[in-house]
């Protein structure tokens, strides 16, 4: 099993940017996706996650201005982020609760991380 996360880069104060991250392997269930980001000299913090039933939950500094959502036929996890602030910049790494079919129990995995540079 295996996250691939893509869509960072840089972009100016007030831009937009849409993370991906797309879960592939041989999957029984997936339960709960979401992103986290760290920024230099500082710990990993939760962004956004969602339950495979649609419940969401942010941090309080991204509320307003970021949205996940989710394709579960896809088994992608997507972050649209608005009106982004130079605070912002981080790498930031998808996460997923997923049942591998060789397993009877749930495991945690990581993507790999993507910049996202928020500067003028």
């Known amino acids: 099993v295996q996250l691939q996360a893509s869509g960072g880069g840089l972009v100016q104060p007030g831009g937009s940017l849409r993370l991906s991250c797309a879960a592939s392997g041989s999957i029984f269930s997936i339960n709960t996706m979401g992103w986290f980001r760290q920024a230099p000299g500082k710990q990993r913090e939760l962004v956004a996650v969602?339950?495979?039933?649609?419940?969401?939950d942010y941090a309080d500094s991204v509320k307003g201005r970021f949205t996940i959502s989710r394709d579960n036929a896809k088994s992608t996890v997507y972050l649209q982020m608005n009106n982004l602030k130079p605070e912002d910049t981080a790498v930031y790494y998808c996460?997923?609760?997923?049942?591998?079919?060789?397993?009877?129990?749930?495991?945690?995995?990581w993507g790999q991380g993507t910049q996202v540079t928020v500067s003028s």
């Open positions: 996460y997923s609760v997923i049942r591998p079919r060789s397993d009877q129990f749930s495991r945690s995995y």
């Open positions: 969602i339950t495979s039933g649609g419940k969401m």
